[in-house]
């Protein structure tokens, strides 16, 4: 039997409620507004890189290696999105503080030999996952 992800089953839950009418029109805009604010979050986090494609390889292997890795993925996502950075500078010089304390507090992911910051692995995994 097919598993539909819990995304998946949310987003077609809230289409069926609003479609029957159960589902208040406010949570269904907040709704509208949070998807729109994630895919211009994962389009401003593409741009950061050189090379998009080899950071969603990164993003991909640590999904596959670290079990809880969608999850703080999303974290930092919700995160990013809530200190609406003004622009990619500042969306830089947000991730790079994050992981300098990172770095600091001994939170880092081994991939394949490459050492790197859980914000580094979570921001790859969000081009991955966005």
């Known amino acids: 039997m097919h598993a539909m992800p819990r995304r998946a089953f949310l987003t077609r839950a809230v289409g069926v ?11 269904l805009a907040r709704s509208s507004a949070r998807r729109g604010a994630t895919v211009g979050l994962g389009h401003r986090i593409r741009e950061m890189f050189a090379a998009p494609g080899h950071a969603r ?24 999105m809530a200190a609406d950075p003004d622009g990619p500078d500042e969306l830089y010089a947000l991730l790079r503080r994050r992981r300098e304390r990172d770095f600091r507090a001994d939170r880092i992911v081994v991939l394949e030999g490459w050492i790197m910051s859980a914000t580094e692995a979570q921001t790859c995994a969000l081009v991955s996952l966005l």
């Open 17 to 27: 409620l609003a479609f029957l009418g159960l589902a208040p029109a406010g949570a």
């Open 57 to 80: 390889d990164v993003g991909s292997a640590y999904l596959a290696r670290y079990p809880r890795g969608r999850s703080s993925a999303w974290a930092l996502a919700t995160s990013l």
